[in-house]
């Protein structure tokens, strides 16, 4: 699937490749540059990958296919296979401990089964501005309570690049919101031209966002005091790739985000000041695209 999605593109799956694991290296180099405890981060991420296959529905519909033995070395594989890029990285830091702890534990995981969405219903403050906040928020909100979790020890530990971290992964979340499309009808009910359309969405975006983020940035503020200036830069990045994914989502609309725009997210978020560049290109694209849905 993912050679058809390259070749549609007009890419050549060995550069594709090529260039996702470039933007994996430079991703990974940065943050055990960044954080102190990077490597525990690093694991945390690695099974989030996995734990998305092991979905109940998923799950059931494999053993349905392969039989039950057959089944868990199915499930074995294809998460060694997503953790590899990791493993091999924690290798190259010589993080001997870490790795073991994440192989076992993908292992465990691939034996197990469980929703990894539900169907319960949880409150938000963004029901006026429906769609992207109230569905996301709903979907990932144990996420943003882990960030406040992460952000209380690095205030217990007195490690404040651990604390930008938390504030980071508050940001990320938040961007995770902004990758699935709506259906069209969501797009072509509102009485907005292209400009603003995407203008409306950039300041809801930039709303909601600051409401999830205020409890983590007045923590590390309170404590942080003397490192508030670095502490706005890092608001203000994540406000700014906050405005690449929606363009880049609009770019893309009414299909999902390709390799295409993920490369370049991803070489963005190695080099922030492509951003410069990005944001335009993106506005661009998602301008051309929109106006099929709106006057």
Not at 164 to 184: A, D, G, W
Not at 276 to 293: D, E, G, M
Request: proline share 4%; charged share 10%.
């Amino acid at each position: 699937m993912m050679n058809r999605q390259l070749s549609d593109l007009g890419t050549p799956p060995i550069i594709g490749y090529l260039l996702l694991l470039l933007v994996f290296i430079g991703l990974s180099a940065y943050l055990f540059y960044k954080i102190t405890f990077a490597h525990y981060a690093y694991i945390f991420i690695a099974l989030f990958f996995t734990s998305k296959l092991s979905d109940v529905r998923r799950s059931d519909f494999l053993k349905n296919c392969f039989g039950n033995e057959r089944y868990r070395k199915v499930r074995v594989l294809e998460n060694l296979i997503i953790i590899l890029p990791f493993v091999l990285f924690l290798i190259y830091k010589q993080l001997f401990y870490s790795t073991a702890i994440l192989i076992i534990m993908t292992v465990l995981i691939a034996l197990l089964s469980f929703k990894t969405t539900y169907s319960i219903t949880i409150p938000t403050p963004f029901y006026k501005k429906p769609f992207e906040f109230t569905v996301g928020f709903r979907n990932t909100f144990f996420l943003f309570f882990i960030a406040y979790g992460l952000t209380i020890v690095s205030v217990m530990v007195d490690n404040f690049n651990f604390g930008v971290f938390s504030l980071m992964l508050v940001f990320l979340t938040i961007l995770c919101c902004y990758l699935k499309p709506e259906n069209e009808y969501f797009v072509w009910s509102y009485s907005f031209t292209p400009v603003t359309f995407l203008i409306e969405k950039i300041k809801t975006a930039l709303l909601f966002s600051s409401y999830l983020c205020l409890p983590a940035l007045f923590i590390l503020s309170l404590f942080y005091f003397e490192h508030i200036v670095v502490l706005l830069i890092f608001t203000l990045l994540g406000y700014l790739y906050l405005l690449m994914i929606i363009l880049a989502k609009y770019a893309a609309y009414p299909n999902e985000m390709g390799l295409a725009q993920a490369v370049i997210i991803g070489l963005t978020v190695t080099f922030p000041p492509m951003l410069i560049v990005v944001i335009p290109f993106f506005a661009n694209q998602s301008i051309s695209k929109l106006k099929a849905f709106l006057r």
